[in-house]
């Protein structure tokens, strides 16, 4: 008889052009937060800061982790005065209360404002300038304390991320910092601290993991290694996420989520993101909105401007939701692909438009201006104009 051999897969193409992949050390799996206080020992911590939030406390995740630096015998000081879009005057309390307390590591327990504010603080301290004058590309120069981190939401990813968002209250507006000095040591990523999100949080959440991930494969600074996370985040995150909403407590149903969400935030902290970020950085330092509505009610029109300049890309997209697009042309594809979208955010009970959330069209021009600035718009497929900013502003309203 004669034998047969499973056909070959082809061999994707790599391109040759020089990328860095720069990730935390990272423990996932349950329980992986009471890992905290061991990592802290190992650091030679004398003094750790807790940095939290009154929502994660009130749901018992600071006490938990208080707990096992107690056991691990590290002394600790809580700071928990953080916003939901954590202010540069938190993150310069923060960092005084880390000096007046002799604290030499950062522990940070919640989402991504936490965890943004943790390493504000730790570049703070290290570096001894004002928080907003390390905004932009590569101006941390002094490395930031040990930060240990234990995220409580499936999508920020500001535990493994290369980038700290900071809100400019006078400037009524969100800057970027980016530099690797600001990639966390250690994550510690436990799906079981998902089980006390409610029903918005983990929809806002969700879907920024899904905009991180379609951000990062049809970025000008993808690659293979950013790839390769950015669609299996989505082929994890996108069956998932409405579930989590009908059985809140599932750990079974969140776990996917939460390593989708890790995986997402490989994929944009390597390859960047793109035009929906850079404008819902405007938006939600315009209107102090959470990140997650604000790139959800912007997501579709982004992906409707950037189609033409990425379509294979947004086509693979497409595969990794699940769609079946064969024997469609390119104008079927591009609408299913905006549907699958757009049915994730009604399935997640995400109706508000800018209107209704208080954006009037007199805004519009102020919110693109500002997006035009956004470090975020230079890994865009497709460049913008001031004009198509107005216009993909105008068409959210
Ligand atoms: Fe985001």
Redesign the pocket.
């Known amino acids: 008889m004669k034998e047969t051999h499973p056909a070959t897969p082809s061999t994707p193409s790599v391109g040759l052009g020089m990328r860095k992949f720069v990730a935390p050390e990272v423990v996932f799996g349950a329980g992986s937060r009471r890992l905290a206080g061991r990592y802290a020992r190992n650091f030679g911590a004398e003094r750790a800061l807790l940095v939290t939030d009154p929502g994660v406390t009130a749901a018992g995740w600071a006490r938990e982790v208080e707990q096992v630096l107690e056991e691990a015998e590290v002394p600790y000081s809580r700071f928990s005065a953080v916003s939901p879009n954590p202010r540069a005057d938190e993150m310069m309390a923060g960092a005084e209360h880390y000096s007046a307390n002799g604290c030499d590591v950062i522990i940070a327990v919640g989402g991504?404002s936490v965890i943004d504010c943790a390493k504000g603080i730790g570049i703070v301290s290290s570096n001894r300038r004002n928080v907003l004058e390390l905004q932009g590309v590569d101006k941390v120069t002094q490395p930031m304390p040990p930060l240990v981190c234990v995220p409580t939401t499936g999508?920020?990813?500001a535990d493994v991320s290369q980038f700290v968002i900071v809100t400019d209250v006078e400037l009524r507006t969100k800057v970027a910092i980016i530099s690797k000095s600001v990639v966390p040591d250690v994550s510690l990523v436990d799906p079981e601290t998902l089980t006390t999100m409610d029903a918005f949080l983990t929809a806002c959440t969700g879907i920024?993991?899904i905009?991180?991930a379609v951000e990062a494969y049809v970025s000008n600074a993808h690659s293979p290694l950013t790839d390769l996370h950015a669609l299996e985040a989505i082929r994890l995150i996108y069956p998932n996420l409405a579930a989590c909403l009908r059985d809140p407590g599932d750990v079974a149903l969140r776990a996917p989520v939460m390593l989708g969400s890790l995986e997402a935030g490989l994929a944009?902290s390597n390859a960047s993101?793109g035009a929906v970020?850079a404008m819902?950085h405007s938006l939600g330092g315009y209107l102090d909105l959470p990140?997650?509505e604000c790139?959800t009610m912007l997501l579709r029109h982004v992906a409707a401007f950037n189609f033409d300049s990425a379509s294979d890309r947004y086509e693979q997209i497409g595969l990794a939701m699940g769609l079946d697009m064969r024997g469609m042309g390119q104008t079927h594809k591009q609408a299913a692909i905006l549907n699958a979208i757009e049915s994730l955010r009604a399935d997640m009970g995400i109706t508000a438009t800018l209107k209704s959330r208080g954006v009037s069209r007199g805004d519009v021009s102020a919110l693109a201006e500002q997006a035009l600035r956004d470090a975020c718009l230079v890994t865009n497929p497709r460049w913008p104009n001031r004009r198509d900013l107005e216009v993909i502003y105008e068409e959210a309203l």
């Open positions: 991504g999508g920020t990813s920024d993991a905009v991180h944009f993101l970020h819902a990140h997650g790139n």
